[in-house]
């Protein structure tokens, strides 16, 4: 399953919205690209906008719209899901239209994908909010309400995502409490949901499936970069990595690691289980969904996130949110989707105008989509403004001041003030002149 595109009306903060998404096969040519053109990642789609747009609305959009089905009697209770606005402006209803495409992996009996379309609705009635399903009698929805089958597969992690930790996991308690089709999507909705740790499950793997726990492990170390190696060793209950100073547990890596290797091992999980027999779990198909996908993550390790999940998992169509320059200038702009915010207050959807792929982070920062005048700090920009102000009367100390100012920043400027200044900050002025 692949999601096409997402019309959303009066949810949360998002009055109206329709959201197109790329996934694999798609080359129409209506996002932005030539038609019958291939992008460089073709399962990926990044959504951008300031704090407050609707990014993580559109996600829970996603998962709500494709689960409605079942997600009501899953676990899940809708809660101010409706747009509240002014008393005699008050939204009672709130809907999702999906234009999805399903493959055998879902159920189709004839042809390799089929597009469907579905409705979904959340209604209020007094304090209560409910959601009503689309009309799943078709034979094709099956799939859905058996927890064992890989039809519509949808992953997701909410920006608070953590793991369990290992001596606290009660795999019978959680499922009592959430059925696995919710419990994929869960940390969308609840801050407080933890992910299922990998000592939770991979273990039985080695000797279930020895084949499959391989695969597992070859991912995570596809997943993780050079510098951090998944062993598959267990010692005291934890698995051990491999760091470039020693061996630790997973729960004394870094968070940026621990954030990342707990959704991706979560994420694993999830298409083992579904996963049919003879199938690489590389082949699978389905929707992840992902908010912050840079949370906690290095600035070296963002320039190659998104790309190296895209290729280690070709079949899986991504939605990421994110605020990184770092991680936008890894895509094309057929990649990425805009949210900005009108005169009304009303999000608007649009790809950029101008490519994105191969710019620096700061230009990306000054390009439409982040749309800041400088990244310099804003009183030091203020300063510099003075400078330049006064360099065009003809002032030409100003101006060498303006132009040290820029190439050494605080360093020229500590320089020029005090002549006692440090020796490190006389030898940069030296380098300056």
């Not at 460089?40 to 789609?45: A, G, M």
């Not at 676990?75 to 606005?85: E, N």
């Not at 190696?229 to 934890?238: I, Q, S």
């Not at 191969?358 to 400078?387: C, M, N, V, Y």
């Amino acid at each position: 399953m692949y999601i096409r595109s997402l019309k959303v009306r009066d949810l949360r903060a998002v009055a109206t919205a329709r959201l197109d998404l790329l996934h694999p096969g798609r080359d129409d040519g209506k996002l932005g690209g030539a038609a019958g053109s291939k992008p460089r990642l073709d399962n990926v789609n990044l959504i951008l906008g300031e704090n407050g747009a609707g990014k993580s609305t559109l996600l829970d959009g996603i998962a709500l719209g494709v689960l409605s089905p079942i997600i009501a009697q899953a676990g899940f209770r809708p809660h101010y899901l409706i747009r509240r606005g002014p008393a005699e402006k008050r939204a009672d209803r709130s809907t999702l239209g999906i234009d999805m495409v399903v493959h055998r992996q879902d159920g189709l009996k004839k042809g390799n994908a089929a597009r469907r379309r579905v409705e979904t609705s959340v209604e209020r009635r007094g304090d209560f909010e409910r959601i009503v399903g689309y009309d799943d009698s078709h034979p094709i929805w099956e799939g859905m309400f058996s927890e064992e089958s890989p039809a519509f597969l949808i992953v997701g992690y909410g920006a608070t995502r953590r793991v369990e930790s290992s001596a606290t996991v009660d795999t019978a308690a959680r499922s009592k409490a959430r059925q696995l089709r919710y419990e994929r999507v869960a940390s969308l909705f609840e801050d407080q949901f933890t992910l299922r740790p990998l000592t939770s499950w991979l273990p039985e793997w080695s000797s279930r499936n020895p084949g499959r726990h391989k695969q597992v492990v070859n991912l995570i170390n596809r997943l993780s970069g050079e510098d951090v190696r998944f062993t598959g060793a267990l010692e005291r209950g934890e698995y051990v990595f491999r760091t470039k100073r020693a061996n630790v547990p997973f729960s004394a890596l870094s968070d940026g690691y621990k954030a990342f290797i707990g959704w991706v091992g979560d994420l694993l999980y999830h298409v083992c289980m579904g996963c049919p027999k003879g199938m690489k779990l590389v082949d699978n198909k389905g929707v992840v969904l992902v908010d912050e996908i840079d949370l906690h993550i290095h600035p070296k390790w963002q320039r190659t996130i998104i790309p190296t999940l895209a290729r280690a998992l070709p079949k899986m169509q991504f939605v990421f949110t994110s605020h990184s320059p770092l991680v936008v200038g890894t895509l094309e702009r057929v990649n990425i989707v805009h949210i900005e915010t009108n005169r009304l207050g009303r999000p608007v959807l649009r790809r950029p105008e101008e490519e994105i792929y191969g710019l620096s982070a700061d230009q990306i920062l000054r390009s439409e989509i982040f749309g800041l005048e400088s990244t310099r700090d804003p009183s030091f920009k203020a300063h510099l403004d003075a400078l330049s102000g006064e360099a065009a009367t003809g002032d030409r100390e100003a101006a060498m001041t303006f132009m040290r100012q820029v190439a050494q920043g605080k360093g020229a400027a500590l320089a020029e003030e005090s002549p006692e200044a440090p020796e490190w900050v006389k030898r940069l002025a030296a380098r300056s002149t």
